[in-house]
């Protein structure tokens, strides 16, 4: 036979065709949510993390990151992040502890300052004593100011920085 009617043929190829692709379509969704689940199991612990490092705020520097749930390439990156919560805790105490000594530093030059006032006011018709109690005022704001000047230059000084030592040393040898 050469020659033979191909209608049937075509109209199977057609179907398969169509078969084909509407599996293929299928099938693409059914990859795409498979995809989509898995990536969102995938991702849950780092989501986790994401929430523990977002309740962490500079009044609950305490906190420290749990590692259970996370995956074993995730471990060493916590402990670090927790090693660095330490020394910023650390830090954070030395600041408040600082502040509250350069506080309690100037609370006595202020104080000094506002009775040498007082008294100048009380006895402002007596020259001999408000100059007297200028001196002091002059005194005290010379020590705040040295105070000042001290807490300005730690600020500018860097952390870490090169320390200034006082070694003991022979100026003749050394000339």
């Known amino acids: 036979v050469f020659a033979r009617d ?36 995938g991702l849950r612990p780092y989501a986790a993390l994401a929430a523990q490092v977002q309740r962490i705020q500079p009044n609950s520097l305490d906190l420290r990151l749990d590692p259970r749930g996370l995956p074993g390439e995730m471990i060493p990156m916590v402990e670090q992040l927790n090693r660095l919560m330490e020394r910023l805790e650390s830090a954070f105490a030395r600041e408040r502890r600082f502040s509250a000594n350069a506080a309690h530093e ?17 006895w402002s018709d007596d020259p001999e004593a408000t100059g007297s109690l200028a001196r002091e005022t002059l005194e005290t704001a010379g020590h705040m100011q040295r105070l000042v000047q001290t807490l300005l230059e730690l600020a500018k000084s860097k952390p870490g920085g090169p320390s200034t030592t006082r070694d003991a040393f022979d100026l003749v040898e050394l000339m």
Not at 106 to 122: D, G, I, K, S, W
């Open 106 to 122: 100037l609370l006595t030059p202020v104080a000094e300052l506002r009775a040498a006032a007082e008294n100048a006011l009380r």
């Open 6 to 41: 191909t209608e049937h043929l075509r109209h199977v190829l057609a179907l398969a065709h169509a078969g084909l692709v509407g599996v293929g379509v299928v099938t693409l969704g059914l990859a795409g949510w498979f995809v989509l689940v898995l990536t969102r199991r």
